[in-house]
């Protein structure tokens, strides 16, 4: 595990190591997971949680099936925006939104349905929603609709830090490999329910100036340009 921010632990695994959980140490003992990965992760995510204390609860940044793998298997309640609800208790891990004919590399666009089910853990039973300006463990919830309807980040003021789930994408998903160290990009609309909406949550994002910034796939970024780098690539074509 890595550490990005005073009490805060990333573990990478799956893919590339490309998909990206994060605990956070609370007060009281113990920590909450912010995100849920691939299903794949499940044993060295309960190993690490158990490792740091043991889990008090799962919080998905969003519901996709790359964000809400391990969430079915921790023993643990699972807690999601409003407008994720309905997704993260679905079945199948297409929505109806997604449109990977969007995806313009002929294999990537057929790999995706088998990559999706591979990641998936299946419906997740939701506990409890938090909502924009909640507080979970020192960090305040902030909805950043747009790659999903409820896709939320958790940003703490003390230290700027901000873990941002998919508000930005530091690989490239429709060629499946990473961007250029120290790039970022909107997350790819064949994923997503609405490409202005989530340039809008990138604008959001870059408002508050982080000088961390942990996203759902990828290493995290952080450095003086920050601010510079999430506003050029919200409005890049
Ligand atoms: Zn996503």
């Known amino acids: 595990m890595e550490r990005v921010a005073d009490g805060v632990w990333l573990l990478r695994g799956d893919l590339r190591k490309g998909m990206n959980i994060y605990f956070i140490e609370e007060e009281g003992g113990g920590v909450v997971q912010f995100d849920a990965g691939s299903r794949g992760m499940t044993k060295k995510t309960r190993k690490a949680a158990a490792q740091l204390g043991g889990l008090n609860r799962v919080v998905l940044g969003h519901a996709h099936a790359d964000h809400r793998g391990t969430a079915p298997y921790m023993d643990a309640p699972v807690l999601c925006h409003p407008d994720e609800v309905a997704e993260a208790e679905r079945e199948d891990p297409f929505w109806p939104y997604m449109d990977l ?118 290493e995290p970024l952080c450095g003086e340009s920050l601010r510079g780098t999430l506003e050029r690539a919200a409005e890049k074509p």
């Open 101 to 218: 004919s969007l995806l313009p590399v002929a294999p990537v666009r057929w790999i995706y349905p088998f990559l999706l089910r591979r990641w998936d853990g299946g419906a997740v039973k939701i506990d409890a929603t938090v909502s924009e300006g909640d507080e979970v463990a020192g960090f305040r919830v902030i909805h950043f609709p747009g790659h999903a309807p409820g896709l939320i980040g958790l940003w703490r003021e003390r230290d700027r830090v901000a873990l941002v789930s998919d508000v930005v994408y530091l690989i490239d998903s429709a060629r499946l490999k990473p961007l250029p160290e120290g790039e970022a990009s909107v997350p790819h609309p064949a994923f997503g329910q609405s490409d202005e909406q989530a340039r809008q949550s990138l604008r959001k994002l870059a408002a508050l100036d982080p000088a961390v910034v942990g996203a759902g796939h990828g």
